[in-house]
């Protein structure tokens, strides 16, 4: 699939979690990335540090398998998991990272990993970096040690697998890092032989959106140590130029999207349905949805065999039946829930829409393309400029609700246009691809193997 040439190493993608339908493009893209390192030659681990039980650890991996969006049950392992020995204790090298101490008495402790594990309930947005003990059993469930705080753990572990692998075979090991939380607990990990490569799934700033609004808190400690990891990876080359003027460049920081792939035939615009527009993801306030119904309703009066599909499940659900019930445009718009077969949605859409007000990337809008669905987006930070650089939909500014309208009529009533929006997304996917996303990850794996580690 790829020429792509990842140095000799072992592969580790660590993320806090993965879980069917939920997360919704961050579990997509994640999984997407392992598939294609793997078609490329480097197969990674998937690593998670979820604290569910090992059989729901078990039915999660089954279901991505069985879906193709896994290869194997084998690339997963969770910590957790990996916490217990066969005697139910503690696992010995869990037990190896103790030190005498005791629990916090002002915190609620629950018992994970079969009872092997005691994690303290830190009520705090900051948990993950709380040193608050965690208590390690042994089989009678009696305690032999604490750990101080989630970083430490994680630390444990990833040192536990990273000695595994080498053991196994002496190679370096090229963490890829998709979770922010995990990133700001393992950048000061010393082992020289270690390389983290931290992505970005998400927009790093509040409302309303702007290259000078206000950081999201979440992400204001992130930017201080981001200069310590071997390289950033950026999904759009907007958000990472936004991140430059702001913050100054840095030689550690690369545009590397989310790829997606395209179908083996494009359906022809000619084949599809002339008047259905298509909108996949979550049914959440970010994707300003109620707008788009309300946007719709005037599209149907000047196109009266339009048809909005609003793919997904969440929140705003109800609030979107309701909605839909009360402009009477229940012939016009459905909620048909969720879908495992996105691109059999798009395939037969005349055009895909979005009205986020803020993206990472916009996975959905890239497989729109990638299929030659006509994309007709507001343009927001981040994804639909840099994608539809190339043509392939029509940008609209922000909120103006007249061009959405204006855009969608002509994309639905122009067979002309649809055809050439079609032609030109196909064009534009070709950016979006894996083979030329696995040669941008194997040439930043390569420089960072090739550099002292920074941290």
Known sequence: MSDAEFPDAWYLILSSRLIPDLDGGYTISTLARARQMADAGATPLLLTVDPGDADAHAAHRRTFVERGAAAASGVFRNLFDEAVAPDGGAAPWLRGAVHEGRPD????????AGGAVSLPNVMDPDWHLSAAPIVVRDAAGEPVGVIDGFGALYRAWLAHV????REEERRPVVIICESRQLGELIVGWGDDDVRILHTVHTIHLDAPYRPDSALNALWTRWFEIAPRFDAVLWPTAQQRDDVRERFGGSANDLVAPHAVRGPAEVVPAGDRD????????RLAPGKRLP????????????????????????????????????LGLADA????????????VLDRAAAYLTTSAFEGQ????????????????????????DMLAAGGGILVPDGDEDALVSALVRVLTDAET?????????????????????RTLAAACSDA?????RR
């Open 162 to 165: 990273a000695t595994q692998l």
């Open 362 to 385: 916009g996975l959905a809008l890239a497989e729109a393309l990638a299929h030659g669905t006509p994309v007709v987006a507001y343009d927001i930070r981040y994804g639909p400029r």
């Open 333 to 344: 718009v459905i909620l048909p829930g969720l879908t495992n077969d996105a691109g059999a």
């Open 449 to 453: 193997l090739a550099r002292p580690r």
């Open 291 to 326: 707008a788009a119904v309300r946007a719709f309703a005037r599209v149907v009066t000047e196109v009266p065999a339009a048809r909005l599909e609003l793919w997904g499940a969440g929140a705003q659900r109800d609030e979107l039946e309701t909605l839909v019930a009360e």
């Open 418 to 438: 649809r055809e050439r929006l079609s032609s030109q997304a196909v064009h534009a996917a070709a950016t979006l691809s894996p083979v030329r996303a696995m």
């Open 105 to 112: 008495p002002a915190l609620e402790y629950r018992d994970v």
């Open 274 to 281: 002339a008047g259905r527009v298509v909108v996949l993801g």
